[in-house]
């Protein structure tokens, strides 16, 4: 079987967790299948995976035409001849490589499976970036979703998303697969060599290892509630440290609303880390090891990966009880869940805001006050991420999906 896999992200460019889910996914389905990646940003070296630039037609024009121009490149790139079989199937990854997927479905007569990472109609505040472009982007998705041979949904909460936002979808053609976590890769540091080395990286970093800390990993979008988490975090006690790894901001407005409740907070409380490159793996994992509790204030997340991450280096999660995070973080036994009551419009927003951020402070604050419990629940969290997130769990689900739409 030959299957190309279609995606915005493929390293070295991941930016967020449908980046990671493909280039897991793809090594690991390699031990069984032909898999051809197709992905933008140029050129890759690495064999089996082709690369694609914008059209220089259309450099300069809105985002989403720019998108649409690769797509159309990565369509040809599927049927062109590289001494390979033809393919038997497209699975594409996100609305960016969802048009690929449609039109490379019906050109050369092939099954168009793609996987749900997220929903256009649920991340309205998308129009903020996009412009007239967020029209166009909920076009592609509704399109292909409408017309695909399968859908992936990354959690029972997504597929229940999927089935309200698109009704016309046939409930038999969406199939849950959870995202997975590579079990050797997100691990704690034990020996003597990589504690020293760990701790060495979060120093340089700015964290002090010797004081408890809540973690935040994530983009600068609005569903990730970076806002509600900084003003949670000054209810948290004095010698919590807040670590942030967050950026790639969605647009300059939600940048300067996180950069402005950042420097607010600094003038409030010491101990206030905000890292804002992406950190390779090795310094990310460092970072985890070396905090207390993970947080994840998101008002709309199908199931995330970050999660997943910081569960499998040892860590409780704090997380919103909302999308697939409660599928992921088991409460009171590998973390706590934090309640919402959201506005159903697509946003998420919480109807009652200032209640959502008493409740995350409290939460927070009950997170760091018992240390030995927290390490407990973190050992929870790794044995949770082992016994039901394996990659290879993923691979195996996947192919099932693969097999039931070629028959």
């Known amino acids: 079987m030959r299957v190309d ?35 933008f940003e140029g050129a890759r070296d690495e064999p089996g995976v082709r690369g694609y630039d914008v059209p220089s037609e259309l450099v300069g024009s809105n985002a989403a035409l720019q998108t649409l121009g690769v797509d159309l490149e990565i369509v040809a790139g599927v049927g062109a001849s590289d001494g390979g079989p033809r393919t038997d199937l497209v699975h594409s990854h996100t609305w960016y490589a969802n048009l690929a997927g449609h039109l490379a479905s019906l050109l050369h007569g092939v099954p168009h499976v793609l996987t749900a990472h997220s929903l256009e109609p649920l991340r309205p505040w998308k129009a903020e970036q996009l412009g007239g472009g967020y029209a166009l982007s909920s076009w592609v998705e509704r399109t292909a979703y409408e017309a695909a041979a399968a859908v992936i949904a990354v959690s029972g909460g997504m597929r229940d998303d999927i089935l309200r936002s698109y009704p016309a979808v046939d409930p038999a053609r969406v199939h849950v697969v959870h995202n997975g976590i590579d079990l050797a890769g997100w691990r704690r540091p034990v020996d003597d060599e990589a504690l020293a080395a760990a701790d ?75 890292i804002e490159q992406m950190l390779p793996r090795p310094d990310l994992v460092a970072v985890l090891a070396s905090s207390t509790v993970f947080v994840c204030p998101s008002v709309y997340e199908p199931l995330g990966i970050v999660n997943l991450e910081a569960m499998a280096v040892g860590l409780p999660v704090v997380g919103t009880a909302t999308g697939g995070i409660p599928e992921v973080v088991d409460d009171g036994v590998t973390g706590w869940l934090v309640p919402i009551d959201q506005v159903q419009d697509g946003t998420g927003t919480p109807r009652d ?49 693969y097999r039931s739409v070629l028959g």
Do not use: N
Not at 371 to 387: H, N, P, Q, T, Y
């Open 353 to 401: 805001p200032d209640r959502f951020v008493a409740d995350l402070a409290a939460t927070l604050v009950d997170a760091v006050s018992d240390a030995d419990r927290a390490a407990r629940w973190g050992l929870a969290a790794r044995r949770r991420v082992e016994d039901h997130f394996s990659w290879t769990a993923v691979a195996q689900e996947t192919l099932g999906v």
């Open 5 to 39: 896999m279609l995606t915005r992200e493929y390293p070295p460019h991941v930016y967020g967790g449908a980046g990671v889910h493909v280039a897991e996914l793809a090594a690991v389905l390699r031990g069984s299948i032909d898999v051809r990646v197709h992905c």
């Open 200 to 274: 060495r990286t979060v120093r340089a970093l700015g964290i002090d290892p010797t004081r408890p800390a809540v973690v935040f990993v994530g983009r600068i979008t609005r569903q990730k509630g970076l806002p509600y988490l900084l003003r949670a975090a000054e209810q948290l006690p004095a010698d919590v440290q807040l670590v942030l790894c967050a950026g790639a901001p969605d647009t300059p407005e939600i940048a300067a609303e996180v950069a402005g409740l950042v420097e607010r907070l600094r003038e409030k409380r010491s101990g206030v880390v905000w």
